[in-house]
């Protein structure tokens, strides 16, 4: 049996130790959503060690406008220890659903991953039902979907290339899947295919994500060893522009991109970075792996589509702060998660902010806040 395609399990409010914070020693990359009527969701993936076999993911839930978070509401957990949980991301749907998405694997990088999903119906529920987990593309997808003008859900997916830095330890035969992926849904995620691929030069771990530019255009944006990389569709994500470095800098990490109520973009990204990346001493180490340049995690504003970014807000000057996700929720303000030295602060933290502040420059709006923490892990010894 392949365990790495069979399901993992699903915790609704477990009470066993290990999945404590006063357990668990390492967490990072985290995601965030926010419901209609205030309830906001962020999950992670943690454990005893970083990004090994019997990761898994936690889900945390604030019902008091973020000042608080009840952990462990929800954790995905695979039974096979070789197996690990992680890239997880949330998604609220057009249906108002709430999609609960993770890759699983054996080991660090198995070729093939596997972007799973479970569904709740309703997440402003006292107790959360999900739906059994399904396994919908190859791969890996710790970003969200984007609905398009022609309400097409496109799912950005990949499978690491051999360059990444991070050998596969498995040959699935899926080397032609080595890109950044598209897959599409049409009939509100009932069904999920594959539609096409970008192909980004200095690319290892894609976490792309898309935008659909005013005139119909998709815009991927892909993280690149040098920055990041992008690529343009003008057939709905058939087919895609030779990949070319884009006019975005950034230091080798993920990034989120969306398109506001506004019609302005939205970019969480880190701006005016003080380090970059050696990038023979990160292919020459192993599979976790020292970053630079991740510090002034920093909210961005285009009203021209993307071409300049001339309004900035800093959310988070620190070094190792990384990986933010970012939903603008129907009370008015921008929501952003992101993670700080996921070995020893362990923290998950939020950001609150209305457009306005990031024009302003800074937090002036009532109920704005800046590195509130929402989880901490605090499990000893510490990881060496």
Known sequence: MDSALQPAHIFIEPTEERFKDHYRRWQGIPSIEVTDQGRIFINFYSGQDAEVGGNMMVLCVSDDHGQTFRPGVTVVEHPDRECRIYDPNLWIDPL????????????????????????????????????????????????????????EWLFPCAIWCNTSGSRPSENHGLQHEQFSNVYVSADNGNTISLRGHADVPNRGFDEHMIVEKNDGTLWMLVRTFDGIGESFSHDGGYTWSPGRKSHIDGPCSR?????????????????????????DDIMSQGNVKSWKGRSHLTALLSEDDGKTWPYTLLLDERNEVSYPDAVEASDGYIYVTYDWERVKQREILMARFTEEDIMRGQCGSQGAMLKQLVNKATGRPDIQ
């Open 96 to 151: 108002k659903r709430l999609w609960l998405t993770w890759t699983q694997a054996r080991g660090f990088n198995d070729g093939r991953m596997g972007v799973w999903v479970s569904v709740c119906e309703d997440p402003d529920a006292e107790k959360l039902n999900w739906s059994p987990p399904r396994r919908i593309a190859n791969g890996i997808m710790m970003n969200k979907p984007v609905v398009t003008s022609k309400q």
């Open 255 to 279: 990034f989120h991109i969306r398109r506001l109520k506004s019609g302005r973009l939205l970019l969480i990204n880190h701006y005016h970075f003080e380090e970059r990346i050696d990038l």
